[in-house]
């Protein structure tokens, strides 16, 4: 994996209460690759990680979804969480952020409770994607052909389960943005 993603400029969209190893472990496997990687958040500052029900550590905002143009990011990764997908669902600039990168074909990556953000944005329509089981139902609902499996790449949109399938998402997951844009695969 090692460069694969000199060059690429990589958003991370994410507010207080997401789950950190889900953006943590993801992050460092996209520095590693060479990739140059920006929170995105709701507000500047900083905001709060958790360790499922306990906080964790606190992580500097680079750009607020009001200052960040997702036409300057090459690909889009949204962590989990409990708190985190709700915030950002709820926000009219986050879900036009996501929007972007799926009309303009640039990869997607999604992991645990982070699809909601998507679903949400109406971006999930004749997908195929897993989730955090729990919200199966929600992504069913909202068009996706939700299946139980470790990481599931559809067309440059890449989502996992948890947890323990950060190592296979983090593969699917580089190898997705190291190709860069994808045929728009915008939901109806």
């Not at 992050?27 to 906080?55: F, P, W």
């Not at 606190?58 to 960040?68: G, P, R, W």
């Not at 986050?94 to 645990?112: D, M, N, Q, T, Y």
Request: hydrophobic content about 40%.
């Amino acid at each position: 994996m090692a460069r694969k993603l000199d060059g690429k400029k990589v958003a991370i969209l994410v507010a207080d209460g997401f789950e950190q190893v889900e953006m943590t472990k993801p992050r460092e496997a996209l520095d590693e690759a060479g990739a140059e990687t920006k929170i995105v958040s709701l507000k500047s500052g900083k905001i709060q990680g958790m360790n499922h029900a306990d906080k964790g550590d606190k992580f500097e905002v680079d750009l607020t979804v009001n200052e960040a143009r997702p036409e300057e990011f090459d690909a889009l990764l949204i962590p989990g969480g409990l708190y985190n997908p709700d915030s950002m669902r709820m926000n009219e600039k986050a879900l036009a952020f996501s929007r972007h990168f799926v009309r303009e074909g640039k990869p997607v990556a999604a992991i645990c409770h982070g699809p909601q953000v998507l679903v949400s944005a109406d971006l999930v329509r004749g997908r195929k994607m897993t989730s955090w089981p729990a919200i199966q139902v929600d992504m069913r609902n909202a068009g996706a052909r939700w299946v139980d499996e470790e990481v599931v790449v559809d067309n440059g949109l890449v989502s996992s389960r948890k947890p323990d399938d950060i190592p296979a998402f983090n593969r699917k997951m580089i190898e997705e943005f190291a190709e860069g844009r994808h045929k728009a695969a915008v939901a109806a």
